[in-house]
T-cell receptor
Framework: AQKVTQAQTEISVVEKEDVTLDCVYE???????LFWYKQPPSGELVFLIR??????QNEISGRYSWNFQKSTSSFNFTITASQVVDSAVYFC???????????????FGKGTKLSVIP | SQTIHQWPATLVQPVGSPLSLECTVE??????LYWYRQAAGRGLQLLFY??????ISSEVPQNLSASRPQDRQFILSSKKLLLSDSGFYLC????????????FGEGSWLTVV
């Protein structure tokens, strides 16, 4: 069974600081997908990134970057020069195909609440 | 482009009353559809998923049920709500037979009083 662990429950940083959100996953499959979602106070889950298990290249998108390391089963998320608008709950998720079901299931971590203080 | 909508956005229901949350997806065919619940502890729990019309799989035993009367419509229901049913309900979809990104609706806040 898959599992996603986000050990950091809450993090507070001062604006313009860099912050890294940790994500560790467990899976028995060789093909899987990893995601990060942002949940602002409004509640909607906003997709940030998807990474498949065969692509270990790190990715940068503006102030966001992601470090995928299969050797440690981690998919960490770094925000550079944080801003108040980054305050939200961030979820890491793992997607695996359900055996014979033809659908992919997301397993979420419990989320990390990030507060950026002005 | 594909979009997903769910409603109502917010509702307050008394214990024992029925529930119906609706979700529709536009711009795609034969999507996989999901209902998630997020309780006060922030964790997201998969409740139901569907790979086609009339095909519903339940992940956890509970007071809720789901139906898919049309290809792009997914309904979450209850005959009699419990206090423990309170939470934030999210509908989601993904293209069929793929690991593509799962997209979420706006969510519905349910408070059972």
């Amino acid at each position: 069974a898959q599992k996603v662990t986000q050990a950091q429950t809450e993090i507070s940083v001062v604006e313009k600081e860099d912050v890294t959100l940790d994500c560790v996953y467990e899976t028995r499959d060789t093909t899987y997908y990893l995601f990060w979602y942002k949940q602002p106070p409004s509640g909607e889950l906003v997709f940030l990134i998807r990474r498949n298990s065969f692509d270990e290249q790190n990715e940068i998108s503006g102030r966001y970057s992601w470090n995928f390391q299969k050797s440690t089963s981690s998919f960490n998320f770094t925000i550079t020069a944080s801003q108040v608008v980054d305050s939200a709950v961030y979820f890491c998720a793992l997607s695996e195909e359900r055996s014979g079901a033809g659908s992919y299931q997301l397993t979420f971590g419990k989320g990390t609440k990030l507060s950026v203080i002005p | 482009s594909q979009t997903i909508h769910q409603w109502p956005a917010t509702l307050v229901q008394p214990v024992g009353s029925p529930l119906s949350l609706e979700c529709t997806v536009e711009g795609t065919s034969n999507p996989n559809l999901y209902w998630y619940r997020q309780a006060a502890g922030r964790g997201l729990q998969l409740l139901f998923y569907s790979v086609g019309i009339g095909q519903i799989s339940s992940e956890v035993p509970q007071n809720l049920s789901a139906s898919r009367p049309q290809d792009r419509q997914f309904i979450l229901s209850s005959k009699k709500l419990l206090l423990s049913d309170s939470g934030f309900y999210l509908c989601a979809w993904t293209p069929p037979n793929s690991g593509n990104t799962i997209y979420f609706g706006e969510g519905s806040w349910l408070t059972v009083v």
